[in-house]
């Protein structure tokens, strides 16, 4: 009996045990799919659409800029005009300054009713971009810009939001220490977004951050547009290169 015993629990054990190795797998960025397509190329904003006073293509990257004399009112968006892709995966490499704040829309409303503080709104998930280490105010929380939900889930978060309006978190991907090891202050990191369904992965330097499922009914989830932030209020920068997007099947 002790005999059968051990066997069954070192068989248990196999089950539900998972090498460390495979962990570190499953918390990987997936290799690049063979199908992506850059979205910048390199000399102009051509294919996207933003106001010209803001945003410009400087040394082979986008730049966007507000100062005390050249300022937006409300949040205003480099949009991308090439579609309003569903189910895909998205990768980009950026940076921005400390003084303020950026972000990624992605399946994102452009906004043109006659009310919206500038002709480049977009309300929609935004991936948060920030020039800091300490969590919660890091780069790659999803925030649901121009709605009353917010931060929906923050870096660290395995989360759901249910059809109720209630957010669960189920699970932890990253401490506040590994972030610090992981993000690069006052310089490059890539991102990658992956979509599909209700289901969102963000990942940062190849390191999964935010895993979030939307079970909102009042969120749509099929498609909308891409577009890069700048924040009103203080006077900042954000710098954008690398943009590549894969539309999955």
Not at 70 to 94: C, H, K, M
Not at 124 to 150: A, C, T, W
Request: proline fraction near 4%.
């Amino acid at each position: 009996m002790i005999r059968f015993s051990l066997l069954a629990l070192t068989a248990l054990l196999s089950a539900v045990w998972t090498p460390a190795g495979g962990q570190d797998a499953a918390m990987m960025a997936p290799p690049e799919p063979s199908n992506m397509v850059s979205l910048f190329n390199g000399k102009d904003l051509e294919n996207w659409s933003g106001d010209p006073r803001l945003w410009s293509v400087r040394d082979g990257v986008i730049r966007g800029e507000t100062t005390d004399e050249v300022s937006t009112t409300g949040n205003t968006f480099l949009i991308w005009q090439g579609g309003a892709p569903a189910d895909f995966e998205l990768r980009f490499v950026y940076r921005c300054s400390t003084s303020n704040n950026s972000g990624l829309q992605y399946r994102s409303k452009h906004i043109t009713e006659p009310s919206a503080r500038n002709a480049w709104v977009v309300r929609g998930y935004q991936h948060e971009m920030r020039n800091e280490l300490d969590l919660p105010n890091v780069s790659g929380f999803i925030y649901d810009e121009g709605s009353k939900r917010g931060r929906v889930c923050l870096v660290g978060e395995k989360a759901v939001w249910t059809a109720d309006g209630k957010k669960e978190v189920v699970g932890n991907l990253i401490d506040a220490e590994s972030f610090k090891k992981l993000f690069k202050l006052d310089d490059w990191n890539e991102s990658v977004i992956i979509a599909r369904g209700n289901h969102i992965r963000h990942y940062i330097n190849g390191r999964l951050v935010v895993d979030f499922t939307d079970e909102d009914p009042n969120m749509a989830h099929s498609e909308g547009v891409i577009a890069l932030q700048l924040h009103a209020g203080k006077p900042m920068w954000t710098e954008f290169k690398s943009i590549r997007l894969a539309e999955l099947n």
